[in-house]
């Protein structure tokens, strides 16, 4: 596991930011400088935030989707609603976090680099976290300035950003296990965009480089670096999932291995790749029979978890006004009413140990996937990117929402730039065709006698319906 030190002032976002040495907790830009190997400290701290950025993305973008419902008051319930304002302290937080890993990765690129050049290992810190930022505002955000007190700029453009920035990370980094990284995040930026060719040919390349790996970030609570998202799925039971979405809860638990998010894996790949056959028609027997299988082994070799969960409750109101409890394996739940039951998908936690996957899990089979065409198998891919990210902050971008760019910046943005019209980006986006009413995207029903639950809104139908692919 990472080292991390603590900085002191790691919240500045600022070019010149004050850090700490192991025997000072405090010291001036120019003081840090002069230590032996300052890069080495500070890419620590850029490690330190990246966990920090994907583990605050993870729990705070789940919960504004079908993925989670919050069951508790202690953390945002406005999300979940979803009900997401510029005033939003959370809004604010996520949009610190791109601008701290920006920053950070930048100052050491174009300060510290001077003073102590980094090691391959370092790069690929560095440029990761740099990238990650503009994926992070280019998949989540309506508008964010791309450099301190900047112009908001728009999603799209924070998105090229992070190609330019990969792009040059690729020519730079000769590091082996950085390649297939690198191309999965620029396919991802690509995907998102909407480029086909471009999308395809990265997953492709990633994929030459290593079909099975997976990057994550560490957590480590002695020093400071802390998953909310851990909190609260697993140790304070505060989140329940979609009924259908239950086997794979809790994601991540007590200890420190099982607390590891991914940020890219190679599964993304495959995925893209078949949401890009999907947007050609014709080529979706060439996925079915040349990737197809492999993505199914890679997910079913991912492995799992094994411990007891018999605290967790479950309860539901049923049909007839009973409560009931979700969390025995004799129900089963279909994703809306006109689709069929599937068993299974609630684990039985009310006595002896539950398994979850570890890193990616689903409730397709090969065979179910093999037998869908056209719509029905854009469909099942986006139940799979569901299921493979879930507990991973991505449904958020897939379901196309987006949010405001915060109260603070607002006002900065105001005041330096008057020829800015801000009402443009002050409110989140969320697209017409999710439900309208609170808490709409978590609301099921509960069949008592018959032991069934459905879903109220299948959201991957609704998303295929909406857009077909994301290159459409």
Known sequence: MKQYIIISALLLVTALMSSCTPDSPEMSADEFLEVDNPMTYWVNGINKEMALAVGTFAELLDVATDNYRNVYSRSNREFDKPN???????????????????????????????????????????????????????????????????????????????????????????????????????????????????????????????????????????????????????????????????????????????QRIAYAKAEENYLILAECCAADGASVEDFKEAFMDDFFRLVMSRGAQSFEDNLEMREATAVDGTVVNLNTSDWKVRASSEDEYFEGLVLNRSKGLITVPAVSGTSVDANRMRNAFGRDFLELVYLLRQEVFFAEGRRFSDLGMRLPLCEVEAAKVRNRYPDVDVSMFIKAYIPAYLPTEQYGMDAYTVDAADRTVTIKYNLNRLIVDSHATAFE
């Open 84 to 258: 997401i304002q510029y005033t939003d302290i959370d809004v604010e937080n996520l949009q610190r976090h791109v601008g701290k890993l920006r920053e950070m990765s930048l100052y050491a690129l174009n300060t510290i680099a001077a003073r102590d050049i980094p090691t391959d290992e370092q790069l690929a810190d560095i440029y990761t976290a740099l990238a990650y930022s503009y994926i992070l505002a280019g998949e989540n955000f309506v508008a964010l300035p791309m450099e301190e007190n900047g112009r908001p700029m728009v999603w799209q453009e924070h998105l090229r950003k992070a190609v330019e920035v990969l792009e040059e990370a690729n020519a730079k980094v000769g590091l082996a296990s950085f390649k297939p990284v690198c191309h999965t995040l620029l396919a991802r930026a690509y995907h998102r965009l909407g480029n086909r060719l471009a999308a395809k040919e990265n997953a492709e390349k990633a994929l030459s480089y290593d079909k099975t790996f997976c990057a994550m970030v560490d957590f480590d609570e002695a020093n400071g670096v802390v998953s909310n998202i851990k909190d609260r799925s697993f140790s304070a039971n505060w989140w329940e999932p979609l009924p259908r979405l239950d086997f794979l809860d809790p994601k991540y638990q007590q200890s420190a291995e099982s």
